[in-house]
Every structure is written in structure tokens, then in C-alpha cells.
């Protein structure tokens, strides 16, 4: 991205007794042929550097600029070069959080016996505290004040301090890499390596001694040990390093961070997951950091951020490090992302590469729609034109329709056809081809915040159904604007051939008409076109009425038969009155779709209804066991309801009695009490009550809402009735009749 004024530095750091240089410099694109702004953070021998965000600027100093917010959710990422030879380039850089009072001076520094603070260079990194102190405090005191950093560390700093006759021969710390483990032969922190800390805090810096020297190692957190940073072929020289952070919850200070390293090649393509370096290892998990460490003021919230660098670490050679910053939030914050979905199956298809267990699969010919979305969520400038380059997966037709359109763009206000002049190929020196779409997007900002791009294709493997399954593998997708850049990659999934596919045949009554308050059945037979067994004993089954989204239900076959009749019935009440289009299709494991049958469904208004709404479950509430006679109430909610519409009804009910678990009868059973008259439910039919009068108009009768406590059924128990836990069933008889 282009750094305009986004960034400021130090021209030196002055100490107590001594100024060092900043040996930051910024390349502008073009100065020396570099296509971008470089930051050069060193190219030599004993060099200190640092460049931060700038967090205002002079004509709006009360305007926040290019800061850290601790408040919200933010995503860095660059591209660095840590030098050409791996087992001598110094010392490497650090990505730091910083609320020092010192603001861009800040930077690390040797704090002696006298108490004389003066610029180091060497293993600090520019942001650790530096060699010369005599406690852990003095090096705390040295470090960069409260802040976070995570180093790139390029040399691995394991020597300790030697003398002879009292005479100290190494008087330089050079041992924040040392501490080893156990069996004192093994490192803690190996190789080039990358890792986290508070640079602030005494108890990250291990005191050592001896009768002459005082020495420290330092506390890592989260290591990604032997990473390969410098020495490398021109195509791997610059690393890509993403950073994202997610503030404290409402009332916590603890915030979280996750943090990759190499996850893109040199051209910008996305590298496979599992070749991530990257902390925390498992996906969707983060570190915990405390931002108590920052001491912010009360009510702050914005601090500053950047880099840091030095080398001069001994048997380290001069060493260039450098920068290209990608991705700013405080500048342009963009989110992206990419998805694919298969129209033919009605789902979406996860990115096998980072859901290695998902269902990836699509069949050959089935539509697939491949999306790219953009979305500006914040920022001190809009993008800028933004030129974009969609490599297309292989495997995947992607011929334009009848009026040449292969997709579409989607803005806040309106949509925009791609047509096949926007798609392309190139060879490459090895003849292969790539396909591609380039689109030029128009800048994103507030105004314009979001972009959806869509890509229309055919699963295509051929037309030989003995192929195997083809793995598709992510394809490139780079955007390139002023103020961003980013890169994503398409899905990866599999196209299975298509041995078979499903046919349904409807029945001969495909149109029917049903009052509202019965049902309907749809018969047909479902098959594979070509004889193939069922293997398994079920299908899904898709239903949609009137055209809308597909419900997905099961269809019960039989494995290894090669046809099945269905018969699926439906409630009329669950479509509105009129005519209705009820679709059925199948699809099986593989995903494989049958063709639709449409049945034609006219719902009409009853001329009669007599339904009774009742509970599989009553309850009557729990009593001590009493030597007395006496009735239980009714618990809990009783549903005893009857819809009748040009009908008459009554209702009688019985029971066969309560019994235990152990089928042992209960001393006593139901009764209905109406008008201080009970009359036992047992083997008994009672008239619990009736409409005896014919009305052309829904209606429902509550009845047990009607009931009071001492009213309705309840049981009645005989004196000394064992304890237990007692079980029976009502029936119910519902008649379009009256009966006294």
C-alpha cells in the first residue's frame, strides 16, 4: 500500500550519554524499481530502527490518525525481508504495541549502574531491554514502557559471557535465545523463531551471574521455533506476517490475539493450511493478553503501533530488513472473503483445505456459483480504484449464457453484469494455461462499503462416468488498490462422476382438491434411471410449495431394491386456502438430484369440522399417604379442546384405571364432577359435555378451561391408598351426535 504520511519516526534516539541514528528509510514505489513503498528498517552493522503509526496529524492534532484502538477488532498484515544469509543476519524486527510516554522516541536502551539510559542494539531488537544492566529491573527499565511486542528473531543470541584470570573476554549480554531445557543440551527457544512478550516486565528477564559477568535470557511465549526468515531463493525471500486482534469483553482487560507467518507464496496466492506458521495451532482459537500492561489512562483507548529493528549481535553481519505493508485497519479496513455454492444441490460447499472433514462434493454438471465479497468497515481512506484478478478453479465451465454473461457485480445500489469480454487466459513458460476474470472495482469507503461478485460455472470432469473423483484446488484471487491489497483463494472440493441419476414418476391424480381440514396424498415411484440398487433406506426428500425454499424431510426406500413406491401425505391446513404447487424431488448420500414432480393442490374452505385437541400427558398433584378418603386436583396444564364447524359433538370419556410399575391398581380412580354429582370414568363411558346447536362457523370450545379446581375429572382415592407412582390412559370418543 502506498504509506503517504500514515507513518512517522525518530530521526535519532538520544541518551545519556550517546545518540544513535534511526536507520529507517522509506523507498518510495518507483525510486529504485520496487512496484511499492518499501520501509527499510536497516542495511548495515550496529543499526537501531523504528517507524509507528502516525497518530495525528499537524493541521488536525486532536483527530485520531493511524493508532491502535484496544477497543475493536483489527487485522495487520506486511510482507518482510529479514536479509540474505541465514546463519549470520542480524538481528531481525518486532511488531509492537506501545503506550510509552516517550511516543516515537521510544526504543530500547541500556540502563547501567550510574543509571544512564543510552540506545542498544543487538539482540534488543530495538524494542527488548539492552545488555548492560545489572538487574532484571534495570532491563525492564530499558524496554519500551508498556507495551506489547512479538519479535522475528534471526539470530539465535545463546553466548555466555567468558573470562579468564578475572578478566572479562565477552563483557555482551547475548543470551536472550540461551535458557535450555532439562537435560541441558536442548534449547527452549530454537532456531530463528518467532515469539511474544511484555517487554516492560522484570520477570520475563532471567537473571545470571558469575564472579565478573551478569547475563539474562528471556521469557518467549507461543514459539514458532526454526522458521527459515532470511537466507532464502528470490521467490521465497519476502514472508507474508498477518496479525489479528480481538478486544477485552465488557468489564475484562484480557484481549486476544492470533498471529500467522509464510501463510502466502511470493505471488500473493494463499498457501494450504497446514503449512501455516501459526499461533495459536488450532483453527479459531486465540492467545490471551493482558492490556492492563499498556496502563492506559482512564478512558483511553487509542495507543500507537508499528515496528522495530537493530542488529549488531556478535558473528552477525550487516543486514538489510525491510517492510511492505499490506494492510492497514486505521487506514482501510476490508474485510474479504470467498464461498461456493451448488445451485443443483441447494448448499453450500466448504473450503476442504481448512474443513478437512466437511462434505466437499459435488457431482459433474451440477451448477456451481463462486462468490467474492469485499466489505470497507473502516478507515481513513477509501481504498482506491481497486484492480482485481479471479483466477478460475480448474474443472469448472464456465461458458456465458445466451446474452455472454459468465456473473455478475453487486453494489449497495445496483448490479452489473460480467461479461466474456472480462474473461481471459494466459500460458505459462511451461504451456500451462490460466483462466481468469479481471474487473476494475471502483474505490470502497463509506459511501460504497461493500461488493458481492459472482461467478456462474458447470462442474465439468467429462463425459466418461467410470472417472474418478477430481480434487479441484484453490484458485487465486489478488486485489490491488492504493490504500490495500489482499489475496484469498476459491474453495477446494471434488466433482464425483454421475453413474446414475434419480427419476420420480407422480401418480395419476397429480391434481386434487381438499377441504382445509383433511389431508392429501401424493403417490408416485422413485428410481434410478439406469437400474442402480438403493444403498441405503432412506432419501431426502425436498419439498417446496409454491415455488419457495425446499423443506428437507426423509423418504424411507429399501436397500437394494431398484424402485420404491412412495405415498406421502400432507395436513391441507398447512397450506392457505386456494391453489398450491406442491414440488418433490430426491436427492441421495452422493448428493445425486432426481428431476421434480409438481402436484396441483386447491384447498378449500370446510363444510363441516369436528377435531378434539388433547395432551398425551395429564397430571394430578402428588399426596401424602392419609388414612382418610379424600380428591386430587387436576397439575399442570390440561388441553381438552373441541373445533367443530357445522356439526354438532358430544364427548364421553373412560378409563381402564391406574396401576404402579409394578401393575398393582391404585385405591380409587378418575371421576367427573359435575354439579356435585361424580360419576367414575372406569370402564365407565361419561359425558364430560356437548353443542347441540348446528353453526355455520369455526368455533373451539375449551373445555377443561372451563373446568374449576373442585370441577371436571380429578381422582378420587380411597383411605390408606399405597404410595406409588400410578399410570393409566383416558380414551376419548368424539361423536357428531348428541347424547344425553
Same mark, same amino acid.
Given at each position: 500500500?502506498?504509506?503517504?504520511?500514515?507513518?512517522?519516526?525518530?530521526?535519532?534516539?538520544?541518551?545519556?550519554?550517546?545518540?544513535?541514528?534511526?536507520?529507517?528509510?522509506?523507498?518510495?514505489?518507483?525510486?529504485?524499481?520496487?512496484?511499492?513503498? =518499501?520501509?527499510?528498517?536497516?542495511?548495515?552493522?550496529?543499526?537501531?530502527?523504528?517507524?509507528?503509526?502516525?497518530?495525528?496529524? *499537524?493541521?488536525?492534532?486532536?483527530?485520531?490518525?493511524?493508532?491502535?484502538?484496544?477497543?475493536? +477488532?483489527?487485522?495487520?498484515?506486511?510482507?518482510?525481508?529479514?536479509?540474505?544469509?541465514?546463519?549470520?543476519?542480524?538481528?531481525?524486527?518486532?511488531?509492537?504495541? &506501545?503506550?510509552?510516554?516517550?511516543?516515537?522516541?521510544?526504543?530500547?536502551?541500556?540502563?547501567?549502574?550510574?543509571?544512564?539510559?543510552?540506545?542498544?542494539?543487538?539482540?534488543?531488537?530495538?524494542?527488548?531491554?539492552?545488555?548492560?544492566?545489572?538487574?532484571?529491573?534495570?532491563?525492564?527499565?530499558?524496554?519500551?514502557?508498556?507495551?506489547?511486542?512479538?519479535?522475528?528473531?534471526? /539470530?539465535?543470541?545463546?553466548?555466555?559471557?567468558?573470562?579468564?584470570?578475572?578478566?572479562?573476554?565477552?563483557?555482551?549480554?547475548?543470551?536472550?535465545?540461551?535458557?535450555?531445557?532439562?537435560? @541441558?543440551?536442548? #534449547?527452549?527457544?530454537?532456531?530463528?523463531?518467532?515469539?511474544?512478550?511484555?517487554?516492560?516486565?522484570?520477570?520475563?528477564?532471567?537473571?545470571?551471574?558469575?564472579? !565478573?559477568?551478569?547475563?539474562?535470557?528471556? +521469557?518467549?511465549?507461543?514459539?514458532?521455533?526454526?522458521?527459515?526468515?532470511?537466507?532464502?531463493?528470490?521467490?521465497?525471500?519476502?514472508? /507474508?506476517?498477518?496479525?489479528?486482534?480481538?478486544?477485552?469483553?465488557?468489564?475484562?482487560?484480557?484481549?486476544?490475539?492470533?498471529?500467522?507467518?509464510?501463510?502466502?507464496?511470493?505471488?500473493?496466492?494463499?498457501?494450504?493450511?497446514?503449512?501455516?506458521?501459526?499461533?495459536?495451532?488450532?483453527?479459531?482459537?486465540? =492467545?490471551?493478553?493482558?492490556?492492563?500492561? #499498556?496502563?492506559?489512562?482512564?478512558?483511553?483507548?487509542? !495507543?500507537?503501533?508499528?515496528?522495530?529493528? $537493530?542488529?549488531?549481535?556478535?558473528?552477525?553481519?550487516?543486514?538489510?530488513? *525491510?517492510? !511492505?505493508?499490506?494492510?492497514?485497519? *486505521?487506514?482501510?479496513? =476490508?474485510?474479504?472473503?470467498? $464461498?461456493?455454492?451448488?445451485?443443483?444441490?441447494?448448499?453450500?460447499?466448504?473450503?476442504?483445505?481448512?474443513?478437512?472433514?466437511?462434505?466437499?462434493?459435488?457431482?459433474?454438471?451440477?451448477?456451481?456459483?463462486?462468490?467474492?465479497?469485499?466489505?470497507?468497515?473502516?478507515?481513513?481512506?477509501?481504498?482506491?480504484?481497486?484492480?482485481?484478478?479471479?483466477?478460475?478453479?480448474?474443472?469448472?465451465?464456465?461458458?456465458?449464457?445466451?446474452?455472454?454473461?459468465?456473473?455478475?457485480?453487486?453494489?449497495?445500489?445496483?448490479?452489473?453484469?460480467?461479461?466474456?469480454?472480462?474473461?481471459?487466459?494466459?500460458?505459462?513458460?511451461?504451456? @500451462?494455461?490460466?483462466?481468469?476474470?479481471?474487473?476494475?472495482?471502483?474505490?470502497?469507503?463509506?459511501?460504497?462499503?461493500?461488493?458481492?461478485?459472482?461467478?456462474?460455472?458447470?462442474?465439468?470432469?467429462?463425459?466418461?462416468?467410470?472417472?474418478?473423483?477430481?480434487?479441484?484446488?484453490?484458485? %487465486?484471487?489478488?486485489?490491488?488498490?492504493? %490504500?490495500?491489497?489482499?489475496?484469498?483463494?476459491?474453495? &477446494?472440493?471434488?466433482? @464425483?462422476?454421475?453413474?446414475?441419476?434419480?427419476?420420480?414418476?407422480?401418480?395419476?391424480?397429480?391434481?386434487?382438491?381438499?377441504?382445509?381440514?383433511?389431508?392429501?396424498?401424493?403417490?408416485?415411484?422413485?428410481?434410478?434411471?439406469?437400474?442402480?440398487?438403493?444403498?441405503?433406506?432412506?432419501?431426502?426428500? %425436498?419439498?417446496? =410449495?409454491?415455488?419457495?425454499?425446499?423443506?428437507?424431510?426423509?423418504?424411507?426406500?429399501?436397500?437394494?431394491?431398484?424402485?420404491?413406491?412412495?405415498?406421502?401425505?400432507?395436513?391441507?391446513?398447512?397450506?392457505?386456502?386456494?391453489?398450491?404447487?406442491?414440488?418433490?424431488?430426491?436427492?441421495?448420500?452422493?448428493?445425486? #438430484?432426481?428431476?421434480?414432480?409438481?402436484?396441483?393442490?386447491?384447498?378449500?374452505?370446510?363444510?363441516?369440522?369436528?377435531?378434539?385437541?388433547?395432551?398425551?400427558?395429564?397430571?394430578?398433584?402428588?399426596?401424602?399417604?392419609?388414612?382418610?378418603?379424600?380428591?386430587? /386436583?387436576?397439575?399442570?396444564?390440561?388441553?381438552?379442546?373441541? +373445533?367443530?364447524?357445522?356439526?354438532?359433538?358430544?364427548?364421553?370419556?373412560?378409563?381402564?384405571?391406574?396401576?404402579?410399575?409394578?401393575?398393582?391398581?391404585?385405591?380409587?380412580?378418575? !371421576?367427573?364432577?359435575?354439579?356435585?354429582?361424580?360419576?367414575?370414568?372406569?370402564?365407565?363411558?361419561?359425558?364430560?359435555?356437548?353443542?347441540?346447536?348446528?353453526?355455520?362457523?369455526?368455533?373451539?370450545?375449551?373445555?377443561?378451561?372451563?373446568?374449576?379446581?373442585?370441577?371436571?375429572?380429578?381422582?378420587?382415592?380411597?383411605?390408606?391408598?399405597?404410595?406409588?407412582?400410578?399410570?393409566?390412559?383416558?380414551?376419548?370418543?368424539?361423536?357428531?351426535?348428541?347424547?344425553?
Amino acid at each position: 500500500m502506498n504509506l503517504e504520511n500514515y507513518f512517522e519516526s525518530p530521526r535519532e534516539y538520544k541518551g545519556s550519554s550517546k545518540t544513535m541514528p534511526n536507520s529507517m528509510v522509506i523507498l518510495k514505489k518507483g525510486v529504485v524499481g520496487n512496484q511499492s513503498d =518499501i520501509v527499510q528498517m536497516t542495511n548495515g552493522t550496529n543499526q537501531l530502527a523504528s517507524i509507528w503509526g502516525r497518530t495525528a496529524t *499537524a493541521d488536525a492534532p486532536d483527530t485520531p490518525y493511524n493508532y491502535f484502538d484496544v477497543t475493536k +477488532e483489527q487485522e495487520f498484515s506486511a510482507w518482510m525481508y529479514f536479509g540474505d544469509d541465514e546463519a549470520r543476519s542480524a538481528d531481525g524486527m518486532a511488531f509492537v504495541i &506501545q503506550n510509552d510516554d516517550a511516543g516515537i522516541d521510544a526504543i530500547s536502551k541500556t540502563v547501567d549502574s550510574t543509571g544512564k539510559k543510552n540506545p542498544q542494539t543487538g539482540e534488543t531488537i530495538g524494542v527488548w531491554g539492552g545488555w548492560g544492566a545489572l538487574s532484571s529491573d534495570d532491563m525492564a527499565a530499558g524496554a519500551i514502557q508498556n507495551s506489547f511486542a512479538l519479535e522475528f528473531d534471526t /539470530h539465535h543470541n545463546d553466548s555466555i559471557p567468558k573470562s579468564v584470570f578475572g578478566v572479562s573476554l565477552l563483557s555482551r549480554d547475548n543470551y536472550f535465545d540461551g535458557s535450555k531445557m532439562l537435560n @541441558n543440551h536442548t #534449547f527452549v527457544n530454537k532456531g530463528q523463531h518467532m515469539a511474544w512478550n511484555y517487554p516492560a516486565l522484570p520477570n520475563m528477564y532471567i537473571h545470571n551471574w558469575d564472579l !565478573i559477568n551478569v547475563w539474562f535470557d528471556m +521469557e518467549h511465549k507461543d514459539t514458532i521455533h526454526n522458521l527459515t526468515l532470511s537466507g532464502n531463493s528470490i521467490d521465497e525471500a519476502w514472508h /507474508h506476517f498477518y496479525f489479528k486482534y480481538v478486544p477485552p469483553s465488557a468489564g475484562s482487560t484480557i484481549a486476544h490475539i492470533s498471529y500467522v507467518f509464510d501463510d502466502k507464496n511470493y505471488d500473493g496466492s494463499i498457501r494450504s493450511f497446514n503449512e501455516w506458521n501459526r499461533r495459536p495451532r488450532k483453527k479459531g482459537t486465540y =492467545i490471551d493478553i493482558d492490556t492492563k500492561n #499498556f496502563n492506559l489512562k482512564p478512558g483511553q483507548k487509542r !495507543i500507537r503501533w508499528g515496528f522495530t529493528s $537493530s542488529t549488531g549481535s556478535p558473528d552477525t553481519k550487516a543486514t538489510t530488513n *525491510a517492510i !511492505i505493508f499490506e494492510s492497514i485497519p *486505521a487506514i482501510a479496513s =476490508i474485510n474479504i472473503n470467498s $464461498s461456493l455454492y451448488d445451485v443443483t444441490q441447494e448448499r453450500g460447499i466448504l473450503d476442504f483445505d481448512q474443513n478437512n472433514q466437511a462434505d466437499v462434493n459435488v457431482n459433474n454438471g451440477d451448477k456451481l456459483e463462486f462468490n467474492y465479497g469485499l466489505n470497507y468497515t473502516s478507515g481513513l481512506a477509501e481504498s482506491g480504484q481497486i484492480d482485481t484478478r479471479i483466477n478460475l478453479p480448474s474443472h469448472v465451465d464456465f461458458t456465458p449464457d445466451d446474452a455472454g454473461i459468465i456473473g455478475k457485480i453487486t453494489y449497495q445500489d445496483k448490479s452489473v453484469d460480467i461479461t466474456k469480454d472480462e474473461l481471459t487466459q494466459e500460458a505459462d513458460s511451461k504451456g @500451462n494455461i490460466t483462466r481468469f476474470v479481471k474487473l476494475k472495482l471502483p474505490s470502497l469507503g463509506y459511501d460504497n462499503n461493500n461488493v458481492q461478485i459472482q461467478l456462474n460455472g458447470k462442474a465439468d470432469i467429462g463425459s466418461n462416468v467410470s472417472s474418478k473423483v477430481t480434487n479441484v484446488d484453490q484458485a %487465486h484471487t489478488s486485489f490491488v488498490s492504493p %490504500h490495500y491489497t489482499g489475496d484469498l483463494m476459491s474453495p &477446494q472440493f471434488s466433482i @464425483n462422476p454421475v453413474e446414475d441419476t434419480l427419476k420420480m414418476t407422480e401418480g395419476i391424480t397429480p391434481k386434487m382438491a381438499i377441504q382445509h381440514s383433511q389431508s392429501f396424498e401424493m403417490q408416485g415411484t422413485v428410481e434410478y434411471q439406469k437400474g442402480s440398487l438403493f444403498n441405503c433406506n432412506k432419501l431426502d426428500l %425436498h419439498t417446496s =410449495i409454491d415455488g419457495g425454499t425446499s423443506e428437507v424431510t426423509e423418504l424411507p426406500v429399501t436397500k437394494d431394491k431398484n424402485k420404491e413406491e412412495y405415498d406421502i401425505v400432507r395436513k391441507a391446513s398447512s397450506l392457505e386456502l386456494g391453489d398450491h404447487t406442491v414440488t418433490l424431488y430426491v436427492s441421495d448420500a452422493k448428493h445425486r #438430484f432426481s428431476n421434480k414432480v409438481t402436484y396441483d393442490v386447491t384447498v378449500e374452505k370446510d363444510t363441516s369440522v369436528l377435531k378434539l385437541e388433547s395432551s398425551p400427558n395429564y397430571k394430578f398433584q402428588s399426596i401424602n399417604q392419609s388414612p382418610e378418603a379424600g380428591v386430587v /386436583h387436576r397439575s399442570g396444564d390440561w388441553v381438552l379442546k373441541v +373445533e367443530s364447524l357445522n356439526s354438532v359433538w358430544s364427548l364421553k370419556a373412560k378409563t381402564s384405571g391406574l396401576v404402579d410399575d409394578k401393575n398393582n391398581p391404585l385405591a380409587g380412580g378418575l !371421576i367427573f364432577r359435575k354439579d356435585g354429582k361424580d360419576n367414575p370414568l372406569k370402564d365407565n363411558q361419561v359425558l364430560l359435555d356437548k353443542d347441540d346447536k348446528l353453526i355455520n362457523e369455526d368455533k373451539v370450545f375449551d373445555i377443561a378451561g372451563h373446568w374449576q379446581k373442585d370441577s371436571g375429572i380429578l381422582l378420587k382415592i380411597r383411605s390408606n391408598a399405597s404410595s406409588g407412582s400410578y399410570k393409566g390412559t383416558i380414551s376419548w370418543t368424539l361423536t357428531n351426535s348428541i347424547d344425553s
